[in-house]
């Protein structure tokens, strides 16, 4: 027992004296000056650099926590590949591998994106320092990058090729893959429109052999989070206040080549407008001289759009009256048991905010002033959002860029100001178009179009094309200025060259070469002035006929005349309208100079109503009157119906006719019009395939001859209906029209069949 007793305190004893022994030492290894620093490895980064970094000094004792802060401090610079410090008696070496600079960066086996656009998404760049996590970075982006174009199988591998000096060349090594389809599209919780309705909203599509020229049926993320948005957007527009988007789920096909994409619903049950009233606690402000601008009615379905355009319209007309600060907030009172929706816009004194400053990324090419001319807020106006929304739009309307984004973020300077961010990614606007064609009025042609539109990215629009066809060639340039002297006057000039074949309709050929200078402004936001000066030499040559009414008109003229065209438009869209209404009236005024005296006044106007889901029903009409000052008017200036103004009859086919030859010699008045219902014919939406069904009438008033005796007319109306189909194909907008007259005179001439292709008229 003793002996025990006696080891377990000599046990306790050694262990004591090793922790004394290891403090001591531990002391001595932290303890010692250190008398110098040296640095070895480095090439192009002086030593004393390097000590700067570092948290120990000469002079100062041996810390082995400062020299681990140390070694931190040099691998964050990014200078070194690899850094080690260590401690041979008073001195401390410290020993670094530098990163080596890049030379060039290169990318290999990409086809689908290009050099450029790859460029601008990496962030090393030549001359400056590569390292592994910059260049892994990198490729992420790279991936992120292809993934958004479709191609979730392309793979980057970054190689460096080691030079002189320690500079290297980078190298991405790019395998694109198959582009990643969207196999199938499902709906889940849909009642009230089916999956089929419910695609068509989505921009992006299921895989079609039809789609090769589209890339809307890959898989892109960024695409499904904005087709969330634009199902709600439908489903607001058609009264279901309390629809949302549940789930966007994608799922890879087991062969991991595609994509399932399924969205879960919840329609709601669907409103209908009760009360809209405004709400106003401004002073001097009069709620009966807005209320004419909430134009939703008690008992039509609930649509968000309106409700969004209605809040815009009452900013704009509450911010001419002299409240430059104004918060307008529809406040939505939604009613589950009736299913009624009252809306109340309440109309606040918004915060006295001034924009401080507009700052503006993204445009490598497009001059600052042309995206500042668009906005309808400057620096130091009062901040108004109905203003910087219409302002977005703007941008967006001139066609320049392929995505743009307006933000605005409180300053830093002022609790009172605002910075504008405008963040824009251009797209190409230089067109260079070849096509063929064919055309009932012209026959076979060929064209060649090339257009810039942001010509050295200052927005102006500069054209050049020329057709060569069977029954007319042209020739033309044209240059057009929409800011000249930087006001919002658009202001440009045409040159054009046109030779005309008029063997069918009336035994002669014509040529007109000149040219105009115009100028257009806008009075309102809907009402638009255009003026326009031409000179022009026209040439009636090539007569074949024995008609004394052409005969007489051989030989030349001159031309110089004004006009002027004011223009008021309220239709939702001047390509394509589904609703709205358009009025356009003009006169021109010739006897400036040259040898042709008259004038001419020219009206037309449309009426668009939307009938059902892409079913629309329009209204159009027309009139022009020439007037020949004590002269007659020319035959290249009278008026024919017939063609595109009046289907189901040929060019120039409804007109007076020489009772002899037959040849048609134009009128000096004429009124068409047409009533129309477009639809869809069930193909997919992006097939641009359209129907239609239409009525055209028309007549054209007697001619201008010294002797009618000889001549056929009549003023009494014509007639047709018929059927057509458009097509909005890759090559150029595509009709075919069957047009059946129903009243005619015996002397007209038919011609049921229409055809154009590729090319506009």
């Known amino acids: 027992m003793g002996f025990l ?35 070895q490895g480095t090439q192009r980064i002086e030593a004393e650099t390097v000590k700067s970094y570092l948290t120990i000094a000469e002079g100062d004792n041996y810390d082995s926590d400062r020299v681990n802060r140390s070694l931190k401090a040099l691998f964050n610079t990014g200078l070194f590949a690899d850094v080690s410090i260590r401690r041979e008696g008073t001195e401390l070496v410290v020993r670094v591998v530098e990163n080596p600079i890049i030379n060039r960066i290169a990318f290999e086996g990409n086809r689908r994106i290009k050099d450029e656009q790859l460029q601008t998404e990496v962030q090393l760049r030549p001359r400056t320092v590569y390292t592994r996590t910059k260049a892994q970075a990198d490729v992420k982006r790279v991936l992120e990058l292809y993934r958004r174009s479709g191609r979730f199988a392309a793979t980057v591998e970054p190689k460096i090729i080691q030079l002189e000096q320690n500079r290297v060349d980078l190298v991405f090594e790019i395998s694109e893959g198959q582009p990643t389809f969207v196999r199938r599209i499902s709906f889940v919780g849909n009642q009230q429109y089916d999956a089929s309705r419910l695609g068509e909203v989505l921009q992006t599509k299921e895989e079609r052999w039809y789609r090769f020229l589209s890339s809307d049926d890959t898989y892109d993320p960024d695409r499904v989070t904005y087709d969330r948005e634009l199902l709600r957007r439908f489903y607001l527009k058609r009264g279901f206040a309390d629809f949302r988007v549940a789930s966007a789920v994608a799922e890879l096909t087991p062969n991991r080549e595609g994509f399932f994409l399924t969205y879960t619903v919840e329609e709601g049950e669907r409103y209908k407008f009760g009360k809209s009233l405004i709400n106003a606690a401004l002073k001097d402000l009069k709620v009966e001289d807005l209320q004419p601008l909430v134009v939703s009615e008690e008992g039509d379905w609930y649509n968000a759009d309106q409700v969004e355009d209605i809040v815009q319209k009452l900013t704009d007309a509450v911010g001419t009256k002299g409240y430059a600060f104004v918060d307008i907030r529809p406040q939505v009172n939604r009613n589950r048991e009736t299913r009624i929706v009252d809306v109340t816009y309440d109309i606040q004194e918004g915060p006295r905010v001034f924009v401080e400053r507009i700052d503006i990324v993204g445009n490598v090419r497009t001059l600052d002033k042309v995206v500042r001319r668009e906005f309808r807020l400057v620096e130091g106006d009062a901040f108004n959002s109905a203003k910087l929304r219409r302002s977005k739009q703007r941008l967006r309307d001139i066609n320049f860029f392929e995505k743009v984004e307006v933000t605005n ?38 064209e060649a179009v090339l257009r810039e539109r942001n010509l050295l990215g200052r927005g102006q629009d500069i054209r050049l094309g020329g057709m060569l066809g069977l029954r007319r060639s042209s020739l033309d340039l044209s240059f057009t200025e929409p800011y000249f002297l930087d006001r919002d006057v658009a202001a440009g000039f045409d040159l054009f060259a046109i030779d005309r074949k008029l063997q ?41 006929t024995l008609s004394p009414y052409v005969l007489e008109q051989l030989g030349t003229s001159v031309t110089s005349s004004v006009m002027q065209t004011l223009t008021y438009d309220r239709r939702d869209s001047r390509i394509e309208p589904t ?18 005296h008259l004038l001419r006044g020219t009206i037309q106007g449309g009426h668009y109503w939307p009938l059902a889901e892409k079913v629309v029903l329009s209204l159009s009409g027309a009139g022009t009157y020439v007037y020949g ?7 290249t200036d009278r008026v024919y119906a017939g063609g595109d103004n009046l289907r189901g009859f040929a060019s120039g086919g409804v007109s007076p006719r020489d009772k002899n030859t037959g040849d048609a010699i134009g009128g000096i008045w004429m009124a068409t019009g047409s009533a129309q219902v477009r639809f869809p014919i069930g193909l997919p939406e992006e097939f641009g395939v359209l129907g239609e069904a239409f009525t055209d009438f028309g007549t054209v008033g007697e001619t201008d001859v010294a002797n009618v005796a000889g001549v056929e007319q009549s003023s009494s109306m014509r007639a047709s209906v018929g059927v057509g189909v458009s097509w909005k194909s890759p090559m150029g907008p595509v009709s075919i029209d069957l047009g059946f007259p129903i009243m005619k005179e015996t002397f007209d001439k038919k011609e049921m069949f229409k055809f154009n292709l590729g090319t506009r008229f």
Request: proline share 2%; charged share 20%.
């Open 504 to 544: 069918q309709q009336s035994s002669y050929n014509s040529s007109s070469i000149g040219g105009d200078l115009r100028i257009g402004y806008q009075l309102t936001d809907n009402m638009r002035q255009d003026w326009r000066y031409m000179l022009k030499r026209d040439e009636v040559k090539g007569i074949t």
């Open 579 to 596: 609703e709205g209404y358009y009025m356009r009236g003009s006169t021109e005024f010739a006897g400036l100079g040259g040898d042709v």
């Open 629 to 635: 000052l004590s002269e007659r008017v020319r035959i």
């Open 5 to 39: 007793r006696w080891t377990g305190l000599l046990v306790v004893a050694v262990i004591f004296l090793g922790l004394a022994t290891g403090s001591g030492v531990a002391q001595a290894q932290d303890g010692g000056r250190i008398a110098s620093i040296s640095v």
């Open 409 to 446: 973020t409180p300053s830093e300077n002022a609790p009172d100001r605002t910075v504008i961010k405008v963040e824009v990614e251009e797209k190409s606007t230089g067109e260079l178009t070849f096509g063929v064609g064919w055309s009932s009025q012209v026959g076979p042609m060929m």
